[in-house]
């Protein structure tokens, strides 16, 4: 157990609708990642939040966005969906960033597995 | 940004034979390269990483090699064994000042036959 937690672990929706994907980090993490993995694909990074405010973004599309709320727990919100978003969106967490030595360990969640029919 | 590659896409070894999984980065201020282990339905978790001022890390039968120059990283299995077998990422971290945010390579999912 990583000790991030993600809900839902599984979504199934059609297309044009709208998610919300809900991760708590690690007691004390401020830094909170997420990731989207397709079927055969790698880990792309979509957005980072530390702390409250947004750090570095990806390739996010504009569809998606997502916060990071005062309790640190993150969303991660998805519309207008379409067949091609299908996949395991993973959140992670580390603890805060050090300046000059930049991020360590990211500890993942278990994901969440979104279809999209 | 930050670009990372990384081959073999898939690798198949004999139990007891070696592995070694090669990556090389865009970013010449990229400054940590940590190393994610993928079973299959799990989540992806650390299981070495090394950071720009130090050229080789070795854990029991993993080991990693950094190469600033070259822009390339590589990840040693020894002795392999069929619990070895899942996916394994490759990342790289741009300089803070970017987020801190890890960029994964494409994979390489490692088969070990017993």
């Known amino acids: 157990d990583s000790g991030v937690t993600q809900t839902p672990k599984h979504l199934i929706t059609a297309t044009g609708q709208r998610v919300t994907l809900r991760c708590s980090p690690r007691s004390g993490d401020l830094s909170v990642y997420w990731y989207q993995q397709s079927l055969d694909q790698g880990l792309q990074f979509l957005i980072q939040?530390?702390?409250?405010?947004?750090?570095a973004k990806g390739n996010i599309l504009e569809r998606f966005s997502a916060q990071q709320f005062p309790d640190l727990h993150s969303e991660l919100n998805l519309s207008s969906l379409e067949l091609g978003d299908s996949a395991l969106y993973f959140c992670a967490s580390s603890v805060k960033v050090h300046p000059n030595i930049g991020t360590g360990e990211l500890f993942f969640g278990e994901g969440s597995r979104l279809t999209v029919l | 940004g930050e670009n990372v590659e990384q081959h073999p896409s898939t690798l198949s070894v004999q139990e007891g034979d070696s592995a070694v999984i090669k990556c090389t980065y865009s970013?010449?201020?990229?400054?940590?390269f940590p190393w994610y282990k993928q079973e299959l339905g799990k989540r992806p978790q650390l299981i070495i990483d090394?950071?720009?001022?130090?050229g080789e890390k070795k854990d029991q039968r993993i080991a990693v090699t950094l190469n600033k120059t070259a822009k390339h990283f590589s990840l040693h299995i020894t002795e392999t064994q069929p619990e070895d077998s899942a996916v394994y990422f490759c990342a790289a971290t741009p300089p803070y000042n970017q987020g801190g945010k890890l960029i994964f390579g494409q994979g390489t999912e490692l088969s070990v036959k017993p």
């Open positions: 090394i950071r720009s001022n130090v």
């Open positions: 970013d010449s201020a990229s400054n940590y």
């Open positions: 939040y530390y702390n409250g405010e947004e750090r």
